[in-house]
């Protein structure tokens, strides 16, 4: 390359990178006065010292407290809460970095939906951290969502896009933070805060039924959870449907509740369902009047846990001590399994109407759907297609007899053989025309 052209490129370069350094500070100029800027705490919290977090939205207020080491949601007589919910919440605030500053003045919180609730139009959701003795430990205003735009196909049809970001601000504070958290779970719903664990009703070998009428007084039984039911004191005529049992028998397995009542509250009676295991524990499961879509319940746990295993008829002594040992281990965590669900004792739980009407069934409900019989030939209404109804007074007409059907007996014929031809039948003698009569001479 000759040198008059290294200058010339050197002369290129040089203009070039002029122009992309003044593109660049224009850039973070136009940036800056935008007041963006990244990576500072939105709330200095202590996050260790946080021992009562209030939910307010509107008119609503939701608090979530810290007993004995164990968050309690207050407005549920300090029923238990979702330790991984709560201490999320907590963590998330504490974690909580701007992504970019708002400059905008307070009359443009209302737009922003950062107004504290009950102060006026546009409020946000408010989050208030305590101590334990009530001390205040900061607050924070959620607002206007940072929505992610959908695509074409769901702006056509009115859609939009996902949540991405919030927009967040201190109380007492001017400075507004858009920050990459949504907060989309954060609300003042007691029920939504609880924790959901709940007592399983597993390997069922017994279901009685102690309803309000007759009907729905039965009870179901069979030796083990693989065996087969068997209806108590069934009639002759009456079968047992298994695939109707089996669905009754597995309701309480997987269980959950709606929510909670005070401990106080009164049932009225309406029915109790009792299950028996084959590790011999005995739910006792009282239902009351349905409440709109739910229907409250209390359950009385007991269990019948043997002390010491019983050896069996061939059993050799080299297995006893593992036998024993798991014997051990299994009754341990059984004991385990009713100390944690006698808790559930405690108080009225509200269940979905579509789980509990799966146990109060009436005792026809139970049984094998019967054929319909065929009545006899001449049975009056026996020939009247069903769903068909007569004329007051009219003689239904008898059912019509069975068509009458003829067999001609098979004709044996014998087999003809290949030494012995068949012999034709004579034919009939040909018979010749008669001749003409012969008339006299003269006529």
């Not at 007084?217 to 298994?242: C, F, H, I, M």
């Not at 109707?244 to 309480?252: E, S």
């Not at 209390?298 to 059993?315: H, M, N, Q, S, Y």
């Not at 049975?379 to 003689?395: C, F, N, V």
Request: charged share 25%.
């Amino acid at each position: 390359m000759k040198g008059k052209q290294l200058v010339s490129l050197l002369g290129l370069v040089a203009v070039v990178g002029g122009a992309g350094f003044y593109l660049l500070k224009d850039n973070q100029k136009s940036w800056n006065a935008s007041g963006t800027t990244a990576g500072g705490k939105v709330l200095n919290l202590p996050l260790n010292d946080v021992a009562r977090v209030t939910v307010k939205s509107g008119d609503t207020a939701m608090n979530l407290v810290k007993k004995d080491d164990v968050w309690t949601v207050e407005e549920r007589t300090n029923y238990p809460a979702n330790f991984e919910q709560v201490s999320g919440l907590i963590r998330k605030v504490w974690e909580l970095k701007t992504v970019q500053d708002v400059k905008v003045g307070p009359s443009q919180f209302a737009r922003m939906e950062l107004v504290e609730p009950g102060k006026g139009e546009g409020a946000g959701t408010l989050l208030e951290f305590k101590d334990k003795d009530g001390k205040a430990l900061g607050a924070l205003i959620l607002g206007k969502k940072q929505m992610r735009k959908g695509d074409d196909a769901m702006e056509m049809f009115g859609g939009g896009g996902a949540a991405v970001g919030r927009h967040v601000l201190p109380v007492g504070g001017t400075k507004i933070s858009l920050v990459s958290e949504a907060f989309e779970d954060v609300n003042t719903k007691a029920e939504g805060w609880l924790k959901r664990d709940f007592f399983k009703v597993e390997n069922v070998t017994s279901i009685t039924l102690a309803g309000a009428t007759d009907a729905q007084k039965w009870k179901v039984s069979r030796e083990n959870a693989t065996s087969d039911w068997k209806l108590d004191g069934a009639k002759p005529e009456e079968a047992l449907d298994a695939a109707k049992v089996n669905p009754i028998a597995t309701t309480l397995a997987f269980a959950s509740f709606a929510d909670v009542m005070a401990p106080d509250a009164k049932l009225e009676d309406n029915a109790t369902v009792t299950f028996e295991t084959s590790d011999k524990f005995t739910y006792a499961v009282k239902i009351g009047k349905a409440v709109g879509e739910n229907y409250p319940i209390t359950v009385a746990i007991t269990a019948a846990l043997p002390k010491e295993r019983t050896p069996g008829k061939d059993e050799k002594p080299e297995d006893k001590t593992k036998l024993d040992a798991d014997f051990a281990s299994a009754q341990k965590k059984l004991e385990e399994k009713l100390a944690t669900e006698k808790k559930f004792e405690s108080r009225p739980y509200l269940i979905a109407k579509g789980t509990i009407d799966g146990l109060i069934k009436d005792r026809t409900a139970l049984l094998a759907e019967k054929k319909p019989e065929t009545p006899p030939a001449g049975t009056p209404g026996a020939g009247i297609p069903p769903g068909i109804a007569l004329p007051p007074g009219a003689t239904p007409p008898p059912r019509p007899s069975e068509p009458i059907s003829v067999t001609t007996p098979p004709i044996t014929v014998p087999p003809v053989t290949a030494t012995t031809p068949p012999v034709a039948a004579p034919l009939p003698p040909e018979k010749k025309p008669a001749p003409p009569e012969s008339k006299p001479a003269g006529q």
